[in-house]
């Protein structure tokens, strides 16, 4: 087993901590199945993260189930998850990481004066007590336990010391200072991680890990702060998603170290060339437009728009451009494939972006290829990417698209009708009005499904560039309070609503079919975020 030892306190190296599938799934809009899990959980691998916080192994069976199997299949990383400091939460955790290469259990609870009078209603020495019992348990499971003080930025400064020194003496190697609210200031980070330097006398046995919420956008300038100060740990997230406002973006992060290295002195193990093919890849899946303006991976971070500008650039790259687009993997003319490319070209565009589909796959892939390119005359990346993502396996079927229809005019109702077929042998077929074609389609499905699509979300975005390009559906269905989600990608943006609503139904049914456990209390409001 693979520990991450605290001798990189003071190494130039700076661990990065993904935590995508754990607290970037408790955003809203964000939440996954295990096969996109696992898809992701692989590229990160690829991307060079040393820490996969895999979920919250007690928090639900879907999340032990994603948890486990991503242990099983993804190597190089540590696979992490997350525990409260209760027994049933490490043994759940231990369980689950069970296969794993390197395993890590991170077990928190919450510090802060608030917390403990309102949330756990326990005395200083009382959440000390638990912490030290968590650890302990923990390290029974494995070498590597990270130990984190929820709220720690609104904790007294002296009892978080108290706590940290506990913990550490309890054998947990990595101590995690998360602005659980995104409260704090790049100074008073600052100020914080050198007081635990200066103030936990057994410090130099742990490595020091921040975790910062960007409530008032601040996570990345403070999580740099703390690296300034000598965290050796960042817990972050792809394109910065997580509870409320989010977390730190790892992409940001780590180019911000690299970029100004002469500041910070430190650099990460991530290949920064695969930053924008795995932001790309996980906007895709979770059927998000990623927006334009988004700092490192977003489609304007290296447009030059204005003359002077162009002028500039073109005279020294310099002038207007303190990254280079190679070096985050974003290409400057995105290859366009058509019709008459081959197999060879394909799978480089494929292996490109990060996908490397078995040769089934492939196959699979070439043929949806050579029909889009019939459809479309030019396939660009977004294509490319929504066939390689191809159908979560995880929502296809009971239900199947015979036939839909819909039609609209100007100024009346719109009308749609669908014919569904269901494994079981059954067909379903129904016509509903609308306000537009795509309501009446959804109409059209609850009535046929007898599921109500009570719509939280609904977006369309296009993959590609022209009037042909393939429109993206993402749709957010209210499920008795859990929120399901359905992608569908057409050059008909009707189709790709339907595309979307099928999934979104079949997996309300799978879900009902599996009956999973409910979460436990304070997983995702009291998790901290
Ligand atoms: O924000 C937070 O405090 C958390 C902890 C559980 C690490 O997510
Ligand atoms: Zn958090």
């Known amino acids: 087993m693979n520990m991450i030892t605290p001798q990189h306190q003071n190494a130039g190296r700076v661990r990065v901590f993904d935590t995508t599938l754990r607290d970037g799934e408790q955003a809203p809009g964000y939440s996954m199945s295990r096969s996109q899990k696992r898809r992701i959980a692989h590229a990160l691998a690829e991307l060079g993260v040393d820490v996969i916080e895999a979920g919250f192994a007690q928090a639900s069976d879907q999340d032990f189930d994603s948890i486990q199997a991503i242990a ?201 060339q695969r930053l924008y093919p795995t932001a790309r890849l996980f906007n895709t899946l979770m059927g998000i437009a990623m927006p334009r303006n988004k700092a490192v991976v977003g489609e304007n971070a290296f447009a030059h728009e204005a003359g002077i500008h162009q002028h500039g650039m073109l005279k020294h790259r310099g002038t207007y451009e303190i990254m280079r687009p190679e070096d985050v993997g974003f290409e400057r003319s995105q290859l366009v494939l058509g019709k008459h490319s081959g197999r060879h070209a394909l799978r480089e565009r494929l292996d490109s972006l990060g996908h490397h589909p078995d040769e089934a796959g492939f196959e699979t892939i070439f043929t949806g290829f050579k029909t889009l390119a019939d459809k479309k005359r030019e396939v660009y990346d977004g294509d490319l990417e929504a066939l390689a993502n191809g159908i979560d396996p995880e929502a296809t079927g009971p239900w199947a698209i015979e036939q839909w229809h819909a039609s609209s005019h100007n100024g009346g109702t719109a009308s749609a009708s669908v014919r569904l077929r269901h494994e079981q042998g059954f067909e379903a077929s129904e016509a509903s009005i609308g306000d537009g074609p795509v309501h009446a389609l959804l109409s059209a499905f609850e009535r046929a499904t007898g599921h109500a699509l009570t719509i939280r979300d609904f977006q369309i975005h296009s993959l590609s560039n022209g009037g042909d390009a393939q429109g993206q559906a993402s749709l957010i269905i209210d499920c008795q309070g859990r929120e399901v989600r359905g992608n569908g990608v057409s050059t008909d943006i009707v189709e790709a609503a339907a595309l979307a609503a099928l999934e979104a139904v079949n997996r309300i049914e799978r879900l009902q079919a599996s009956e999973p456990k409910t979460k436990p209390a304070g997983v995702s409001a009291g998790a901290g975020s």
């Open 72 to 272: 099983r299949e993804v190597r190089g990383p540590a696979i992490c998850s997350l525990a409260r400091c209760q027994q049933g939460d490490i043994e759940t955790a231990a369980r689950a990481l069970d296969d794993a290469e390197h395993r890590r259990i991170h077990v928190f609870i919450a510090t802060s004066p608030l917390h403990r009078e309102f949330k756990l209603a326990m005395s200083r020495q009382q959440v000390i007590d638990n912490a030290v019992a968590g650890v302990q348990l923990a390290r029974r499971y494995a070498d590597d336990v990270e130990f984190s003080a929820e709220d720690a930025l609104r904790t007294e400064p002296e009892y978080l010391a108290e706590v940290l020194a506990a913990v550490i003496e309890a054998g947990a190697s990595t101590v995690n200072i998360p602005d659980t609210v995104g409260y704090t200031t790049p100074a008073e980070m600052f100020e914080r991680i050198a007081y635990i330097k200066r103030h936990v006398r057994n410090i130099d046995r742990a490595v020091i890990s921040v975790h910062c919420h960007d409530d008032l956008g601040m996570a990345v300038a403070n999580s740099l702060a703390a690296v300034s100060a000598g965290a050796r740990q960042v817990e972050c997230t792809l394109t910065g998603i997580g509870e409320r406002a989010g977390n730190a973006a790892l992409e940001e992060i780590v180019m911000a170290l690299k970029t100004r290295s002469e500041l910070y002195g430190v650099d990460t193990g991530i290949h920064t």
